[in-house]
């Protein structure tokens, strides 16, 4: 079965700068997907970025950017010129492509990422 | 299109009481995914279902029925509501295992 780890469960940032959230993974997998969800206090779910895990080079959404490595089983999302509009709880996910279960998301606990004016 | 709905947006419920949580999807998507959420959990899979007819269970799928008779619809039945079963609850879908997951706006459920 895979688990996902979020070991931050609360974070702060300042308006217009750089936070880095952090996410690990265990899988024999090979082939799967991950992602980063954010839910505001709205409580919708909102998709952030995707990551392929065949694909080496790092998904960027404007100023959302990951740092994958397969190898470690990280996927950090750094949001970079932070927006007061960014507060918000973030989860990583992570999908299996192969075989049975192939149909669900496996989330980590969040963090909860709080920006400051 | 709509995207995901869902009904009712909050609900409070006695302990042994019965209800349905419905989803509906406009854009006709294969998957549909039941989760609960609460707090330090994360969300967790309750049901899904790969197309009308097909369901099969998730990770915490005891207590709750699912039915999938058309591909629009994928209502959660609570049999017999228990406290524990306090939680808010996602519906969501995707057009294949590939694809994006979207997500509905979620449903409030206390269970006294």
């Known amino acids: 079965a895979q688990t996902v780890t979020q070991s931050q469960p609360e974070m702060s940032v300042q308006e217009a700068e750089t936070v880095t959230l952090s996410c690990t993974y265990d899988t024999s997998e090979n082939n799967y997907y991950l992602f980063w969800y954010k839910q505001p206090p709205s409580r919708q779910m909102i998709l952030v970025i995707r990551?392929?895990?065949?694909?080496?080079q790092n998904a960027t959404e404007n100023r959302f950017s990951v740092n994958f490595q397969k190898a470690a089983k990280s996927f950090s999302l750094k949001i970079s010129d932070s927006q007061l509009g960014d507060t918000a709880m973030y989860f990583c996910?992570?999908?299996?492509?192969?075989?049975?279960?192939?149909?669900?998301?496996?989330f980590g606990k969040g963090t909860l990422l709080t920006v400051n004016p | 299109n709509a995207g995901v709905t869902q009904t009712p947006k909050f609900q409070v419920l006695k302990t042994g009481q019965s209800m349905t949580l419905q989803c509906a999807q406009d854009m006709n998507h294969e998957y549909m995914s039941w989760y609960r959420q609460d707090p330090g959990m994360g969300l967790r899979l309750i049901h899904y279902?790969?197309?009308?007819?097909?369901?099969d269970q998730g990770e915490v799928p005891n207590g709750y029925n699912v039915s999938r008779s058309t591909t629009e619809d994928f209502p959660l039945r609570l049999l017999s509501a228990a406290p524990s079963q306090t939680s808010v609850y996602f519906c969501a879908s995707r057009r294949s295992s590939y694809n994006e997951q979207f997500f509905g706006p979620g449903t409030r459920l206390t269970v006294l």
């Open positions: 996910a992570f999908m299996k492509l192969t075989g049975g279960s192939n149909y669900k998301l496996t």
């Open positions: 990551q392929e895990a065949y694909k080496q």
């Open positions: 279902s790969v197309g009308a007819g097909i369901t």
